[in-house]
C-alpha cells in the first residue's frame, strides 16, 4: 500500500518498456494463444453446439482459470523483490498480455451464452479487471510523464515545507500592513486544501468549493473595503487575494515603505498560490495514476470469488 | 469586572500555571500588546474579542472586527460562556472556570500545541494521497471477495445442503440467492416450471444427472433396441439420457439433433453390433441405404396379410397387395371422371387426409369417400334401397327381406312376376298360404339372381375381390382389404410439412394403373432438397428430421427392462 511514493519512479522507468519487452514476446504468445483458440472454437462442432461444457469448452474454461490464477500471482509476485525470478518488467509485460489474451479465451468459454447467474458474473467481473488494467497500462504510460514535468525538480516534501514558510511570511508581512489586511490572508492561508478527498484528489473538486469559501470571504468584506474586488466569479481565493492587493496597491495613499511590504507580500502570495496549484496537480496525477489499483485489485478478488462459485457450482450439479 | 487570569506553562513536561487578576469592563483577547489576554500567535489579529459580564453571573465574548471565534469547536461572532466552555484562537485555548468567591469570572490559557508542532501535525493531517483518504486494496479486496462468495456460493450451498429450508425458499419466489443462480442456461420449457428445484434433476453432488432422474417422470419410454442382445451392450446400458439431451441450452436444444449422435454407431453398425441386420448409414447425401419399404402379402390360405421388407434390388417385389380394385389413373383424369351430380375432377387430397401427426393419413372411408359415385342400390325400381357396407351376411339379408317384403306386398310392376305379385293388394287383405308361397318363391328368385348380380359383378365386385363359399347361406366373401401400412416403420416422413409441394411430384399416381403399386419416390428423389447439415444449395437436415430414437415397439428405458437382456452378443446367432 505504502508504495505510492515510489512507484512513480520505478514506473516512468518501466513504462518505456514493459509493452515491447523481447520485442513483444509475451504479446506474440498471447496472440498465438488467441488464434489457436479462435480456430479451434470455429472448426469445433460439437454436439449440442458450442458452450463452456464441451471438450472445447472446458480445455478453453481450465486454460481461461489458470490464467487468471496465475496472473492473480503475479500480481502478488510483481511486489517481491526478492525474488530472482525473472524481472519485475517482464512479469508485467506477460501480465498485460496475457491478461488481455483472456477476452478472447473466457469469451469463446462462454460462447456467448451470458444469463443471470454465478457464471456470467465471474466474466462479467473478468471484463471489469481487465478494462480496469486497460486502464492501468494507459495511467502507466501517460501520468508519469506528466508527473515528472509537474515536478521539474523538488519533491512535494520540499515544496508543502516550503508552503508552510510562505504562509508564515505571508501573515506576518499582512499583519504590518494592517488588521484588514492581516484577516484576509489569515483566511485564505486557513481556507486552501491540499489534497483531500477521493473524488476531490481525483477531479480537483477542492478549487471549487475553495472559490466558495472566496466568495463568503468577499461579500464580508465587500462592507469594509470600498476599493471593489473585481474578480470573475470562478477565481481562487488565492488569486482574489492578489486581486485585492493590487487594489489596495492603487488606492494606497501609504508610504514607499509600505508600498513595498505590499508588492513583496503580492509576491509571496502569487508563489504561494502557484505552489498550492502545483502540490494539488501532483496530488491529481498520483491519484488518477494509482486509482485503477483500487478497482483492479479488489475486481481480481472478487473475481476468484465468482470463479471459485463457477467451478464448483458446475461440478455440484454437473 | 475582576477576571483571575490563569496562564497554564509547560516546561520539560512539568505543568504550571501563573495567575493574575485584572480589573477592567471588557476582557479584551487579541495579540496586540494592549490587550488584556495576550496571545502570540501570528495567525490571531491585534484585537480579537472581547468578553464581559451578562446578566448576574454569566459571561458573555463578543468577537471584533467581524473575526470570529471557536466556542466549543464551533465558529461564532457571540455566545454566552458558562463554566467549561472553551475559546480556541489560534494554537491557544481559553477555558472559562467558575470562578473563586473573591472574582467575576476565572479564564484559563493554554497553548495547546507549539508553533512546530503544530506545523508538522498540520502537516501530517493532510489528505494527499488515496491511501490517506482511509481507501485500502486489502480491504476492498477482502470485501468484494466476501460479497461475491456469499451470494454465489455459501449461501446458496448453506440453503441446499445445511438445511431443510430449500422446499420453503422455493414456494415463493426466491429472496435469498438459493440454487437457482447456478443455474446457466434457460431450462427447455417443458422443465421450467421446475427449473429452482435443481434437486429435481441434480441428486447427488458432484454426480452427473442420473437416467432414474429422468425416468421418474419419463416412464415407460421406448428404448432403441427391442432385440436384448443389443440393449445389454455398453453403447446403450451405459449411455446417459444427457448424451442426446442437453438441459439448460433452451428449448431449440432439449433434443440434441447433431448427426453423429447416430453415426458413431450407423456409420459402420457391424463394428459396434457384430451380426446386426442393418445397412450402414454415413450421412445423407452419399451414404444412406435406399428405401427398404414394409410391404403386405396377402396369404389366401389364411386369409391375412403378412408383411415383408424389400429393396429396390428386387424391383419385382416392389408392390404392396391390397386386395382392392383402384386404377389411381382413373381417378385422377384431368379431365374428371362422371359422377351422378356430372363430371368430376378429384384431387388427391379428397381421399387422403392428412391425419394429426402430419405424418400418415386418416383412414379411406368409404360413406364419404366413395359411396357417392359407388352407390350400393340394388333395385333399379327402388333407387333409394342400398345393401349396407362392410358385412356380406347383412347385405344378403337386406336383398333378401327386401324381395320378400315387396311380394308379399305386391303391386311390383315387373311383367315376368307372378300376377300375385303384379297384383295391387285390398286395404287389410291376406294371401291365402298358396299364393302366399308363389310370391316369396318369386321373391327368392330376384333375391338370388341379384346377390349373384351385385357381389360377383356390379357392386362389390366392381372394387372387390369376391370369392365364392359354396355356402347357400353366405354364397359369397369379399377378400380383406389392406388400404393403409406404415410403409416406412423407420422413417417419419411428415407430409405436414411438404404441404406446399403437389403429391404427384413424389408419387406417381395419376399413371398408376392397380392399387397394388406402391407410388412411393427413391431416395434420390428426397436428395432434390434435402442436403447434410453444412449444405450449403439444400435443406439442411438431421437424422432425426425423419427417424426417431425411441423406436423399439415394447422395450422401455427402464433398467429393469434393460438388465433382462441377459444373453450374451458374442454366442448370438443373426438375428
Known amino acids: ?318 | 469586572m475582576r477576571v483571575l487570569i490563569r496562564t497554564w506553562t509547560r516546561e520539560g513536561g512539568e505543568r504550571s500555571a501563573q495567575d493574575r487578576i485584572v480589573e477592567t469592563l471588557q476582557l479584551r483577547i487579541g495579540r496586540g500588546t494592549d490587550q488584556d489576554v495576550e496571545l502570540a500567535d501570528l495567525r490571531v489579529p491585534l484585537a480579537l474579542a472581547e468578553i464581559v459580564i451578562d446578566g448576574a453571573h454569566g459571561l458573555a465574548i463578543h468577537a471584533k472586527g467581524g473575526h470570529r471565534v471557536w466556542i466549543n469547536d464551533s465558529p461564532a461572532e457571540d455566545g454566552r460562556l458558562a463554566p467549561s466552555d472553551t475559546i480556541d484562537c489560534g494554537r491557544y485555548r481559553l477555558t472559562v472556570r467558575k470562578p473563586p468567591q473573591e472574582v467575576d469570572a476565572l479564564v484559563e490559557i493554554e497553548e495547546r500545541i507549539s508553533a512546530r508542532e503544530e506545523r508538522s501535525e498540520r502537516l501530517a493531517g493532510l489528505s494527499t494521497s488515496l491511501a490517506a483518504t482511509g481507501l485500502s486494496r486489502r480491504g476492498l479486496s477482502w470485501l468484494l471477495f466476501i460479497a461475491v462468495l456469499l451470494p454465489s456460493l455459501l449461501i446458496p450451498a448453506y440453503l441446499r445442503f445445511g438445511t431443510a429450508l430449500i422446499p420453503t425458499v422455493h414456494a415463493a419466489k426466491p429472496v435469498w440467492p438459493t440454487d437457482h443462480v447456478w443455474i446457466p442456461g434457460p431450462s427447455s420449457t417443458a422443465h421450467a416450471f421446475f427449473q429452482n428445484d435443481c434437486a429435481r434433476c441434480h441428486q447427488k453432488p458432484f454426480e452427473q444427472v442420473r437416467n432414474e432422474a429422468c425416468l421418474d417422470c419419463h416412464k415407460g419410454l421406448h428404448h432403441h433396441a427391442e432385440d436384448a442382445r443389443w440393449a445389454s451392450l455398453p453403447v446403450f446400458a451405459q449411455a446417459q439420457c444427457e448424451d442426446c439431451h442437453e438441459e439448460h441450452k433452451g428449448q431449440a436444444r432439449l433434443v440434441d439433433t447433431h448427426n453423429t449422435l447416430c453415426t458413431s454407431c450407423h456409420a459402420n453398425p457391424q463394428q459396434k453390433f457384430s451380426g446386426i441386420d442393418i445397412e450402414a448409414a454415413q450421412d445423407f447425401s452419399e451414404h444412406h441405404p435406399t428405401f427398404r419399404p414394409r410391404v403386405a402379402r396377402y396369404d389366401a390360405s389364411v386369409r391375412e396379410f403378412r408383411f415383408i421388407t424389400v429393396n429396390d434390388k428386387q424391383p419385382q417385389e416392389l408392390h404392396s397387395d391390397t386386395n382392392f380394385i383402384y386404377p389411381h389413373d382413373v381417378h385422377l383424369k384431368a379431365e374428371g371422371i362422371k359422377s351422378p351430380s356430372g363430371n368430376k375432377v378429384l384431387k388427391c387430397a379428397g381421399c387422403h387426409e392428412i391425419d394429426s401427426s402430419g405424418v400418415s393419413f386418416k383412414p379411406i372411408d368409404m360413406q364419404r369417400h366413395c359411396a357417392e359415385c359407388h352407390r350400393l342400390d340394388f333395385d333399379p325400381d327402388a333407387p333409394d334401397r342400398t345393401v349396407p357396407h362392410g358385412s356380406e351376411a347383412q347385405a344378403i339379408q337386406t336383398i333378401r327381406d327386401y324381395f320378400a317384403r315387396v311380394a308379399l306386398a305386391g303391386g311390383v310392376i315387373k311383367p315376368d312376376a307372378p300376377a300375385v305379385v303384379q297384383m295391387i293388394r285390398k286395404p287389410g287383405e291376406q294371401l291365402d298360404r298358396p299364393s302366399a308361397q308363389i310370391a316369396l318363391a318369386w321373391a327368392d328368385q330376384q333375391a338370388d339372381q341379384t346377390i349373384d348380380e351385385i357381389f360377383d359383378k356390379r357392386i362389390c365386385g366392381y372394387c372387390h375381390i369376391v370369392e365364392r363359399t359354396g355356402d347357400l347361406a353366405l354364397p359369397f366373401r369379399v377378400t380383406p382389404i389392406q388400404l393403409q401400412t406404415r410403409i416406412f416403420p423407420h422413417g417419419d416422413f411428415s407430409h405436414a410439412a411438404h404441404k406446399q409441394e403437389k403429391c404427384t411430384s413424389c408419387h406417381a399416381a395419376e399413371t398408376s394403373k392397380h392399387s397394388e403399386d406402391l407410388l412411393m419416390p427413391e431416395l434420390k428423389r428426397c436428395r432434390d432438397c434435402h442436403g447434410d447439415p453444412g449444405a450449403d444449395s439444400k435443406v439442411q437436415s438431421y437424422c432425426t428430421e425423419c427417424h426417431g430414437f425411441h423406436i423399439a415397439p415394447t422395450r422401455t428405458m427402464d433398467k429393469s427392462s434393460v438388465a433382462s437382456a441377459s444373453a450374451q452378443p458374442t454366442a448370438m446367432t443373426k438375428p
Open chain 1, 1 to 318: 500500500m505504502n508504495r505510492s511514493s515510489t512507484t512513480s519512479e520505478d514506473i516512468s522507468l518501466a513504462h518505456e518498456g514493459f509493452l515491447v519487452l523481447g520485442r513483444f514476446r509475451y504479446l506474440k504468445i498471447s496472440l498465438l494463444l488467441c488464434i489457436a483458440a479462435l480456430t479451434a472454437y470455429i472448426w469445433d462442432d460439437p454436439k449440442g453446439g458450442p458452450g463452456g461444457g464441451t471438450t472445447l469448452g472446458y480445455t478453453l474454461g481450465t486454460i481461461g482459470a489458470l490464467l487468471i490464477v496465475w496472473l492473480t500471482w503475479l500480481g502478488i509476485r510483481k511486489r517481491r523483490y526478492s525474488s530472482n525470478l525473472g524481472t519485475v518488467k517482464g512479469w508485467t509485460s506477460a501480465h498485460v498480455y496475457l491478461g488481455l489474451s483472456l477476452i478472447v479465451i473466457a469469451t469463446l468459454h462462454t460462447a456467448f451464452q451470458f444469463g443471470w447467474n454465478v457464471h456470467t458474473l465471474a466474466y462479467v467481473l473478468m471484463c471489469g479487471v481487465i478494462a480496469s488494467g486497460i486502464y492501468g497500462i494507459i495511467a502507466y504510460s501517460s501520468y508519469p510523464s506528466q508527473i515528472t514535468a509537474n515536478r521539474a525538480s523538488g519533491t512535494r516534501d520540499a515544496w508543502l515545507t516550503e508552503l508552510e514558510e510562505l504562509n508564515e511570511q505571508s501573515i506576518k508581512i499582512a499583519d504590518s500592513i494592517g488588521p484588514e489586511v492581516h484577516k484576509v490572508v489569515v483566511r485564505s492561508v486557513e481556507s486552501a486544501r491540499i489534497g483531500g478527498s477521493i473524488r476531490e484528489q481525483l477531479f480537483g473538486t477542492h478549487l471549487k468549493k475553495q472559490a466558495g469559501v472566496f466568495e463568503s470571504l468577499r461579500e464580508s468584506l465587500d462592507t469594509h473595503l470600498t476599493a471593489a474586488i473585481s474578480a470573475p466569479a470562478k477565481k481562487t481565493n488565492l488569486m482574489a487575494t492578489e486581486m485585492f492587493m493590487a487594489g489596495q496597491l492603487a488606492g494606497s495613499e501609504r508610504s514607499v515603505q509600505e508600498a513595498e511590504r505590499i508588492r513583496k507580500l503580492l509576491d509571496l502570495l502569487a508563489r504561494r498560490r502557484d505552489l498550492v496549484a502545483r502540490i494539488n496537480r501532483d496530488i491529481r496525477l498520483q491519484a488518477r495514476m494509482q486509482v485503477w489499483l483500487y478497482v483492479h485489485v479488489p475486481l481480481t478478488l472478487g473475481l476468484l470469488a465468482a470463479l471459485i462459485a463457477h467451478i464448483v457450482s458446475v461440478f455440484l450439479y454437473w
